[in-house]
């Protein structure tokens, strides 16, 4: 006579119908699950094809078209005090200017300005810069001159270059050159990184 637990402990055998159906009766078993349903009368409907989007081209630092140029003339005050110190946008931390002025950062790229008058210094000036920020550079060097050949023997280019820096998003800080470098003829200017 079989003991209890002998008899349930002995595993049951699966269902003859609960065997895997070869590929080819997936259809009819769908049909047979589904039953007397109709499907559903064609619409007409014609797919939209997607629209093909043209990319937009990135500005090249050849190409002439030059944004427009948005740099005020207007001297807001005289900065004269302000020359030595440099200049540094709000929220950038104090110590960039010391770092500028001991040339932490490698120079990347040069403009000078020298013999041009306002309106040819600030277009060249817009188009350099937007270059430099094309070619990720991170710190320049402008010369704007001492104005020696000037009437007057002032500085024309030096404080509006100053200003127009200053209205630029992405000069962070800039300060007078050191004296092998151009001095108070050049300044060294720290850049927002393009990208």
């Known amino acids: 006579m079989p003991s209890a637990t002998s008899t349930s402990l002995a595993k049951p055998k699966p269902p003859q119908a609960a065997e895997a ?34 990319p937009t081209p990135r500005r090249r630092a050849t190409d002439t078209s030059a944004p427009p140029d948005l740099l005020s003339d207007h001297v807001p005050h005289d900065s004269a005090a302000d020359e030595e110190l440099g200049f540094l946008r709000p929220g950038v931390a104090p110590q960039t200017l010391r770092r500028l002025r001991r040339g932490h950062w490698p120079i990347a790229d ?31 060097r402008i010369i704007h001159g001492k104005g020696l050949s000037s009437k007057n023997n ?8 100053r200003n127009w820096l200053m209205q630029r998003p992405d000069v962070l800080a800039f300060v007078p ?17 393009g990208k």
């Open 110 to 140: 040069e403009a000078d300005l020298h013999g041009m008058n306002r309106d040819a210094a600030r277009s060249y000036l817009v188009t350099f810069l937007n270059h430099c920020h094309d070619q990720n550079a991170k710190c320049v």
């Open 21 to 54: 159906a070869p590929a080819s009766d997936d259809a009819t078993l769908f049909r047979a699950a589904v039953g007397d349903v109709s499907p559903l009368p064609d619409p007409g409907r014609i797919a939209p094809t997607p629209a093909r989007v043209a």
């Open 177 to 193: 050159a050191p004296a092998a470098e151009g001095g108070s003829g050049a300044v060294i200017v720290l850049l927002k990184r």
């Open 154 to 161: 002032e500085p024309v280019l030096k404080q509006l270059v």
